[in-house]
C-alpha cells in the first residue's frame, strides 16, 4: 500500500483555512452575545436593574413555600419571611397576571405573550404567543376619547389577563386564553397547541364573561350579525375540553356564568330561560331534583326513582 507523503501547506492552501477559523470565531461570538430568546432575566434582589442572574446562584425552594406577585415581573417572595428571593422578568414586557397549576405558574405579559415558569428551580418550561391578546388587554376596542390614568389602563389589562387566562386541572393539566376573536388551549406539559376556536362571523367571545372548573372552559358567545335569512344570529356558550369532544349550550345574550364548584357551573339565563347547572364533567345538564307530591313520580335520576 502506497503511502502519500505529507505535503507542506501553500499560501493558496493556508487561506481557505484562516477563512474557516474567521468564520468559526465570529459564529461564536455571535452565538455569545445574541439576545436571550423572549427577553428572558432572572434577578436577583440587590442585582443591577436589568442584570442577569443564574438560577443555580438562587436557592431552590418547593413552589408551596413560595408566595408569586405579578408586577412588572414574576416575583417570588418567601411564605413565611416575606424575604423576596428572585424576579423572573421579560425585556420590554410586563406581568399583568399568573395562576398556578400543580408544581408550575402561568403568566400573561402585556405584549401577549403567556410563559410557563416552574417555580421551584426557576425553569421557564415554554413561551406561546396568542394573536390579538396584546391588543385587547390594552383595552383598543374601548371607545375613542375615554381618558384613562396609566394606572387606571394597567389595573384594566390585569383585570383583562385574568379573565383571558384558564388553567384546567385533570387528568391531564392545560391553559385556555380567550379573546374574543380566538381561544387557544395549550397543554401544559410541553405547551403544545391542541386547539384554536374563532367565533361565528359576527360573533365574538366574551372572556369577562368565562369561567373554568376543572374539566372544562366555558365560554359565552355575543352576537351582532344575521344569519343568510337575515335573522339575528343567536349567542350561545362553548364548552371547550382538551382530550374529549367539547359542547355547544344555546343561551340567550346577556347569560351570566358561575362556577359552582371543580365540576358543576351555574348558568342565569334571565326570566325566560331561567337558571340551569351544567356537569362539566360529564358534559350534561343537571337533574333537578324536587320532592314529589305522592301521586307524581319522582323525577328520572333523582332519590326516590
Known amino acids: 500500500m502506497s503511502r502519500k507523503p505529507l505535503r507542506a501547506l501553500t499560501r493558496r492552501s493556508v487561506l481557505p483555512a484562516l477563512a474557516v477559523l474567521v468564520v468559526l470565531g465570529a459564529g461564536a461570538a455571535a452565538h455569545a452575545n445574541r439576545p436571550v430568546p423572549f427577553g428572558d432575566r432572572l434577578v436577583k434582589p440587590g442585582t443591577a436593574a ?4 443564574s438560577p443555580v446562584s438562587a436557592q431552590t425552594r418547593a413552589t408551596a413555600g413560595l408566595e408569586l406577585r405579578v408586577g ?3 416575583e417570588a ?3 413565611q419571611t416575606g424575604e423576596h428571593l428572585w424576579s423572573y422578568r421579560r425585556e420590554g414586557a ?3 397576571h399568573q395562576a398556578t397549576l400543580g408544581e408550575n405558574a402561568v403568566v400573561i405579559w402585556d405584549d401577549g405573550m403567556v410563559t410557563s415558569v416552574r417555580p421551584s428551580d426557576h425553569e421557564v418550561r415554554w413561551h406561546r404567543a396568542v394573536p390579538g391578546l396584546a391588543e385587547w388587554l390594552h383595552g383598543t376596542d374601548a ?20 379573565a383571558a387566562l384558564h388553567p384546567v386541572g385533570g387528568e391531564e393539566t392545560w ?11 395549550f397543554r401544559d406539559s410541553d405547551g403544545d397547541l391542541r386547539f384554536n376556536s374563532r367565533p361565528l362571523a359576527g360573533c365574538s367571545y366574551d372572556p369577562l364573561r368565562a369561567v373554568h372548573t376543572g374539566y372544562a372552559v366555558l365560554v359565552p ?16 356558550i362553548t364548552g371547550f ?5 367539547g359542547f355547544q349550550l344555546d343561551a340567550g345574550p346577556n347569560v351570566q356564568l358561575r362556577r359552582l364548584d371543580d365540576q358543576r357551573v351555574a348558568i342565569e339565563d334571565g326570566p325566560v330561560l331561567g337558571t340551569r347547572t351544567y356537569d362539566t364533567k360529564l358534559a350534561t345538564p343537571e337533574s333537578t331534583c324536587t320532592v314529589p307530591f305522592a301521586a307524581l313520580h319522582p323525577t328520572p335520576g333523582c332519590p326516590g326513582h
Open 143 to 162: 371607545k375613542e376619547g375615554t381618558e384613562r390614568t396609566e394606572a387606571e389602563k394597567l389595573a384594566e389589562a390585569g383585570r383583562r389577563a385574568a
Open 94 to 96: 410586563t406581568a399583568l
Open 221 to 236: 358567545r355575543t352576537c351582532t350579525g344575521t344569519n343568510g335569512a337575515g335573522n339575528p344570529l343567536p349567542g350561545g
Open 175 to 185: 391553559v385556555a386564553v380567550v379573546t374574543p376573536a380566538l381561544t387557544m388551549g
Open 77 to 79: 417572595f418567601d411564605r
Open 50 to 53: 436589568g442584570g442577569d442572574a
Open 72 to 74: 412588572p415581573g414574576l
Open 241 to 245: 375540553r382538551l382530550s374529549v369532544r
